[in-house]
């Protein structure tokens, strides 16, 4: 049997991960919302790998309370992840993974397509979801990670927000609101570009997002966060001075609707 991985975030994707990693051979030590991770640091001071699956939220606090011991072997799994989340927290070359795969409440995970993973444990991460049949593929270096880590945010950030005016699934979204589509993630890539620094391909980003469309038509656009999401954005583009026009419609809508 392997060394112990230990998993902050016990919630229904750090389930997967406790799964994949236990039938791959690994002790899984779970840590719970409102543990002192110092006292849990006490006790596991040398595990394989600490698993981060908390949600958005919640990343920046358990990160900043990460002991020094264990900043070295972090694997973290959040949406809307990019490098400056965790160099906010002076943390160096982390295992990240983009999860491409769906799991909610009583149902088993779904995977849409290969979940791209890259640092020093990405092996291990490969290994154990391949361990439950969930495809995993190790990347070749930080800058196709960093295209990865915005390729989801292009897509969850998308059908999140333009859900909150059309409804509906990914596959509808396409094939009806396709211009509204491009508008929503042509905002969503001028935010992302200005948080990482630089500019990536942008119909590259749009065919990785149909791709993802294409993996699983049926899926609901609008999510429990999506009106966080938005807010958020909204933020960083008045941070940035940006204008996306698309957002803001949306924004204007929904305080319609809820007034309405």
Known sequence: MGKAVVLIGVGEMGGVFARGFLRAGYPVYPVEQGTDINSVYGEMTDPLAVIVGVAEKDLHAVLESVPEGWRDRLILLQNELLP???????????????MWSEKKRGQDVKVIIPS??????????????????????????EDAMLSELVAKNVYILTVNIAGMKVGGTVGELWAEHQDF?????????????????????????????????????????????????????????????LE???????????????VS
Do not use: Y
Request: aromatic share 4%; hydrophobic share 40%.
């Open 181 to 241: 589509a491009r508008g929503v993630a042509g905002d969503v890539m001028d935010i992302q570009f200005r948080l990482i620094g630089k500019e990536l391909d942008r119909q590259k980003l749009i065919d990785g997002m149909v791709e993802a469309f294409n993996g699983d038509l049926d899926h609901k656009c609008m999510g429990r966060s999506a009106p966080a999401r938005l807010e958020r954005a909204l933020s960083q583009a008045e941070e940035f001075g």
């Open 244 to 258: 996306v026009e698309t957002l803001k419609e949306i924004s204007k809508h929904k305080d319609q609707t809820a």
């Open 84 to 98: 400056r989340d965790w160099q906010a927290h002076n943390i160096v070359n982390p295992t990240v993974i983009s």
């Open 116 to 141: 791209p993973v890259f640092g020093p444990h990405a092996e291990i991460v490969k290994e154990a979801l391949n361990a439950i049949n969930i495809d995993c593929t190790v990347v070749a270096d």
